[in-house]
């Protein structure tokens, strides 16, 4: 018998402003997976890691995170299911008067409780963790894109998440800094992490993932080995995706 997956989503569906954005989506993620999920911009990927963590409640359908159902519990309980799901988003949502460090302690400190000097403490590990010990004391005014995502990353990482989703972590950045984000969620991957990834970095898709799901007019299209993505008579609509976005990028 397999192991139950720590993260299961069933059958979810959203509709919004009468347009439906996820049509019946299932999927899941074992224990120190990364999955990644590609596919073309308004396809429904966003939305669909949004409803993950129920900061859009599915219409339809329900996640389930160790066993246990969203839907099912009550308001304060979905407080403390989000608290297990890191979120990364596009943007790195930062708070502008806060140094490195503090954007890092400050959930440490008004979610968990945790007095200053311990949360501040934590902070500086995940920064570590992340390579910008010595940025601590810098504000998101004096750090670079890749170094805003790093401490975004350090700060999801500090709430031990059970399970992070990363919503194209590096569309934001310029290029050359966009290796520097992706090295940290491999590290984090090689230690277990359990992620769920949107990325248009089909390259990165290719050696750190062993499943793709291509997603598009909010559904799941395809999934498979990273084999999905190759062109070649047998390619399907994910290996033609890949192929136009090699073409645009010239990549």
């Not at 047998?234 to 136009?244: D, L, N, Q, Y």
Request: proline residues 4%; glycine residues 10%; hydrophobic residues 40%.
């Amino acid at each position: 018998m397999s192991a139950q997956p720590l993260l299961e989503v069933s059958h979810v569906s959203r509709i919004i402003d009468g347009k439906t954005i996820l049509d019946d989506v299932s999927l899941s993620l074992g224990r120190g997976e990364l999955k990644v999920i590609i596919g073309p911009s308004g396809g429904g990927k966003s939305t669909l890691l949004q409803c993950v963590n129920f900061l859009q409640p599915p219409d339809s359908g329900d996640v389930f995170l160790d066993g246990q159902s969203a839907r099912e519990m009550s308001r304060q309980n979905i407080c403390a299911f989000r608290q297990k799901i890191g979120m990364i988003f596009q943007d790195f949502n930062l708070f502008d008067h806060l140094c490195a460090r503090d954007n890092v302690a400050i959930a440490l400190q008004k979610v968990k409780g945790q007095k200053k000097a311990l949360a501040r403490q934590r902070a500086m590990a995940e920064l570590e963790r992340v390579g910008l010990v010595e940025q601590a004391h810098l504000y998101p005014s004096q750090l670079s894109g890749g170094q805003k995502q790093r401490v975004s990353l350090a700060r999801a990482l500090a709430m031990d998440p059970m399970v992070m989703l990363l919503d194209e972590p590096t569309s934001a950045l310029d290029p050359e800094l966009i290796g520097e984000v992706l090295n940290v969620i491999a590290q984090l991957s090689r230690s277990g992490m359990t992620m769920l990834m949107v990325t248009h970095q089909i390259g990165f898709a290719r050696h750190l993932t062993k499943e793709i799901i291509f997603m598009e007019a909010g559904r799941v299209v395809e999934t498979g080995p990273p084999e999905l993505l190759e062109g070649g008579p047998e390619g399907g609509r994910a290996a033609a995706f890949c192929a136009k976005l090699a073409e645009v990028t010239g990549r």
